[in-house]
């Protein structure tokens, strides 16, 4: 049966691209928002995972991640970062976040690689 | 007979007056010998204050002569610590925005690789065609003429220009906004800018540049600091019959009033020990100087507000 995941990023370039490449996968039913603010209303209720993007204009991903938890609290989310700081992932991590990947992407492999390691 | 007592009395009158005019003489010159002995006295303590004073007087001038060579010395000294500061002020800089050029350079590369790791499964997936082929390279272009730009914009802000043009101080804004964009983003910073009264400026663009660059900046640390939510710094242009501002202003907490008199002067700093080096206001305001210009700052109902302004001509 297909996941539910659902991508937060601004750069419209990598929500298509992932979009398409895990749908290829046919293990997952991917839903794209470019807005968080959007997305923090939208978001269908059977999703299992959230990718979130740390770096958003409206939003950050850090500060948007407790509003997702509070709405969603089974959701796992998994954020998207190009800041590599111990600070930040410790700060997700507390806030509610199952895991994280750093950008750039190694691959899209290793992306979803980490999105079956977290939904395992 | 008679003129005999007349002569006697002659000689005897004077004989006394001879004799008191001697004792007179005698006294006058017993005075001038005193006069004379106190006049010498006087002349050779004169002499010898002279001496004196002309002693004084040389070591008054070598004094002076070593003060002024102190002085120089210290000149030179805080010169050479002015130069020495406004050189870690630029490091300083030139590090931040390296890194800020780093992080702007992540998204884009991060896309242009995910694309291009897509094209290979596309093909796989018999996808690709000439349509493909022009859509992706528009994309990927995009994305590189970005990185370009802010290559290009972090090259310039570095570059010891010193030639003074007419510039469009709106353009200078979006061009400090386009390098530090990402870095007020990742602290959740929003900038707004209020150009609708743009007016152009004779100067340095590039040093201009700095001005507004070490203003806003110091908006990000405060924020920071404070830990202020809802963070916002507003950048407005402002034309009336005699002059020209430019106004930003934040909503970080404002200036502690013990600190706001003499915010640029050199060396005063409101950051935690080690975090600032008190340059960046100085030499705001020495740009804003050479720029025909004034800077000020006042508290305003959250924060601070700093006001470039320049006389119309």
């Known amino acids: ?120 | 007979m008679k003129e005999d007592k007349t002569v006697a009395y002659i000689e005897k009158f004077l004989d006394e007056d001879y004799v008191s005019l001697q004792v007179n003489l005698q006294k006058l010159l017993k005075d001038y010998e005193r006069k004379s002995k106190r006049l010498d006295k006087i002349i050779k303590q004169s002499d010898k204050q002279q001496h004196q004073m002309m002693r004084l007087n040389d070591e008054l001038d070598d004094h002076k002569h070593n003060l002024e060579i102190k002085v120089q010395e210290e000149i030179a000294k805080r010169e050479e610590k002015e130069k020495m500061l406004l050189q870690q002020a630029r490091l300083a800089s030139m590090g931040e925005m390296m890194d800020a050029v780093a992080h702007q350079w992540k998204q884009p590369i991060s896309t242009i690789s995910l694309m291009v790791e897509m094209m290979g499964y596309d093909f796989e997936d018999d996808l690709i065609d000439d349509k493909y082929i022009q859509e992706y390279q528009k994309k990927i272009d995009t994305q590189i003429a970005h990185m370009l730009n802010t290559l290009n914009e972090f090259r310039t802000f570095f570059r010891p220009s010193k030639d003074a043009t007419d510039f469009d101080i709106k353009k200078t804004i979006d061009k400090v906004l386009l390098l530090i964009k990402d870095e007020f983003m990742k602290n959740t910073i929003e900038i707004e800018v209020d150009a609708s009264q743009n007016f152009s400026l004779f100067g340095v663009e590039n040093e201009f540049k700095h001005l507004i660059i070490n203003i806003i900046n110091n908006s990000k640390d405060a924020f920071i600091e404070n830990q202020t939510e809802a963070r916002k710094i507003s950048i407005k242009l402002l034309v009336d019959d005699k002059c020209k501002k430019l106004e930003i202003s934040d909503n970080a907490g404002g200036i502690p009033e013990n600190v706001i008199e003499n915010i640029f002067k050199a060396n005063v700093t409101t950051k935690a020990e080690g975090k600032g080096t008190g340059i960046g206001l100085y030499m705001s305001s020495q740009i804003a100087q050479k720029h025909n210009g004034t800077l000020s700052v006042e508290n305003v109902k959250d924060g601070a507000k700093f006001i470039f302004a320049t006389i119309k001509r």
Do not use: C
């Not at chain 1, 978001?43 to 299992?48: A, F």
């Not at chain 1, 409206?58 to 959701?75: A, C, F, H, T, W």
């Open chain 1, 1 to 120: 049966m297909e996941k539910n995941i659902v991508i937060i990023d601004d750069e419209q370039n990598i929500l298509s691209t992932l979009d398409r490449f895990l749908t290829r996968t046919g293990l997952y039913n991917v839903t794209t928002f470019h807005n968080p603010l959007v997305a923090l209303e939208s978001i269908p209720l059977n999703t299992d995972m959230i990718l979130l993007d740390v770096m958003m204009p409206q939003i950050n991903g850090i500060d948007l991640l407790p509003k997702l938890k509070e709405r969603y609290p089974s959701v796992k989310v998994v954020i998207m970062t190009a800041y590599s700081t111990f600070d930040t992932v410790l700060n997700a991590q507390r806030l509610g976040a199952s895991d994280y990947i750093m950008k750039p992407f190694k691959s899209l492999n290793d992306v979803a690689n980490k999105i079956k390691i977290v939904l395992e």
